[in-house]
C-alpha cells in the first residue's frame, strides 16, 4: 500500500505537488493521471525517496523509502528507462542490481523471460529500441519480486503486441494482490488497464475514483435515436416529458434516460427505429472535461491565463532508474536558481522533452 499524507514539493516559488492525500491499493491497478506538468513524476519520486517533500508524508507500507531494509524487495519501479549504462549486457545490467540488492541471481533470468528479452539478453543495451529498454526498465522492477510497482509511462515506445503485453502483466500483477500504480498518457489504453484513479492537476488532487464512477460523473451519458418518421418521435418524446436535442445528422439525443426506456416508448406508439444506441463518453472525453482547467501546455501557443509559458526544449536530463546505480548529485548548474523556479522547472522539464515523447 502506498499513502500520502499533505504531500507537496515546491521548487523555489513554483509548486509542483500541492497537499496530495490518497491511498494506493493492493488489488487493483491505479491509473495516475494528470495533463503535462501536473505533477505525477514529482509524486512519484518522491515516493521513492529521490526528491525530498517540502512538507507532507509518503510512506510505502507504512514506512518512509529510506526505512525499507531492502526496498526493491517491497517496490519496483520504472521511471525512466534510458538511465541505463549503455555499454553493460541486459543480463550485467539486472545482475549489478541482483547483487548490489542482495535479490538471487536466478531472479535475473527469470525477469528476462518474462519480460521477453532472454534472446538479447548478452547484447549491450545501447542498441535496443525504445521498447526494449522499457522491457528491460519493467524487468528491473520485477527482479525483488516487490508486492508494490508503480511504472511511469510504461507502455511508451511498445508496439500493439507490447503494449498489450504490459497490460495483461499489469492486470496479472494486481490480481495477484499487489499495488500497481502506473501513469499513462494513453486514455484508451488506461481505461483497459485501470480499475481506479488517482488524477490530478496543477499539483492537486481532482479525483480519487473508480473508473466507472469518473466516466460517469465527468462525462455526459445519453441515447441517441433516429427514426424514418422524425417529427413523430420528437412529438411522442416530448410529450413523455423528455428534453430532445436535435443532432446535425437527423438523429435526436435524450441525455439520461435508459435506452430500453426509450425503445419501448416508441414500439407503443408503433414507431420505427433505426438507431436506439447508449452513449457512454470515454475515459478521454472526461479527463479532458475535468483537467480542462489545469492544462498548462496548449497547442499554437495558447496559454491558459495565470500558467506557465512554455519555453523551447531543453535537452533531457539524465534520470536514475530505481535499483540502478545510485543517483548522484546533479551537477550544479541543474540546480533551480533561487526564487526561479518556474521558468527553471519548465526548461528542466517542459513537453517533449525528457521523457521521449
Ligand atoms: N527538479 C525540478 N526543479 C524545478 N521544477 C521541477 C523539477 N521537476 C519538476 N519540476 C516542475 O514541476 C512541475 C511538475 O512536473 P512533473 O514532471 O512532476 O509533471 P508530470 O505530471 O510528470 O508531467 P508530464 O506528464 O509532462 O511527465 C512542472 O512544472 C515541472 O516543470
Known amino acids: 500500500m502506498i499513502e500520502l499524507q499533505g504531500l507537496t514539493k515546491r521548487y523555489g516559488d513554483r509548486t509542483a505537488v500541492d497537499h496530495l492525500t490518497f491511498t494506493v491499493r493492493p488489488g487493483v491497478v491505479t491509473g495516475f493521471l494528470g495533463p503535462n506538468g501536473a505533477g505525477k513524476s514529482t509524486t512519484m519520486r518522491m515516493l521513492l525517496g529521490l526528491d525530498a517533500p517540502t512538507s507532507g508524508d509518503v510512506r510505502i507500507d507504512g514506512k518512509h523509502y529510506a526505512q525499507l531494509s531492502e526496498p526493491l524487495k517491497h517496490i519496483g519501479a520504472l521511471l525512466d528507462a534510458k538511465s541505463i549504462h549503455g555499454g553493460r549486457t541486459a543480463y550485467d545490467h539486472l545482475l549489478c542490481i541482483a547483487q548490489s540488492n542482495r535479490i538471487p541471481t536466478r531472479r535475473v533470468g527469470e525477469v528476462l523471460e518474462t519480460v521477453g528479452l532472454s534472446a538479447v539478453a548478452r547484447k549491450r543495451s545501447k542498441g ?46 494486481a490480481a495477484q494482490g499487489r499495488t500497481v500504480f502506473v501513469s499513462s498518457h494513453l486514455m484508451s489504453e488506461m481505461a483497459l488497464t485501470a480499475e481506479h484513479l488517482i488524477v490530478i492537476g496543477r499539483g492537486r488532487l481532482l479525483a480519487d475514483t473508480s473508473m466507472a464512477d469518473f466516466i460517469e460523473k465527468n462525462s455526459r451519458s445519453f441515447v441517441r435515436l433516429r427514426s424514418p418518421q422524425p417529427e413523430r418521435l420528437r412529438d411522442v418524446l416530448t410529450a413523455a416529458g423528455h428534453t430532445v436535442v436535435s443532432t446535425g445528422d437527423g438523429a435526436f439525443e435524450i441525455t439520461g434516460k435508459d435506452a430500453a426506456e426509450l425503445g419501448e416508448l416508441a414500439a407503443q406508439h408503433q414507431l420505427v427505429l433505426h438507431e436506439l444506441s447508449p452513449q457512454r463518453a470515454s475515459l478521454e472525453e472526461a479527463f479532458m472535461q475535468l483537467t480542462a482547467e489545469s492544462v498548462e501546455y496548449h497547442a499554437h501557443g495558447a496559454v491558459t491565463p495565470g500558467a506557465s509559458v512554455p519555453v523551447p526544449a531543453a535537452p533531457a536530463q539524465q534520470g536514475w532508474q530505481h535499483g540502478g546505480p545510485p543517483p548522484t548529485a546533479p551537477p550544479p548548474q541543474q540546480q533551480p536558481p533561487q526564487g526561479g523556479g518556474q521558468q527553471w522547472g519548465s526548461q528542466w522539464r517542459n513537453p517533449g522533452s525528457g521523457k521521449g515523447r
Open 128 to 173: 535496443f529500441s525504445l521498447g526494449m529498454g522499457q522491457r528491460l526498465g519493467i524487468a528491473a522492477a520485477l527482479l525483488g519480486d516487490p508486492e508494490i510497482l508503480m511504472f511511469d509511462e510504461p507502455v511508451n515506445g511498445l508496439d500493439p503486441e507490447g503494449i498489450h503485453w504490459i497490460r495483461n502483466l499489469m492486470k496479472g500483477l
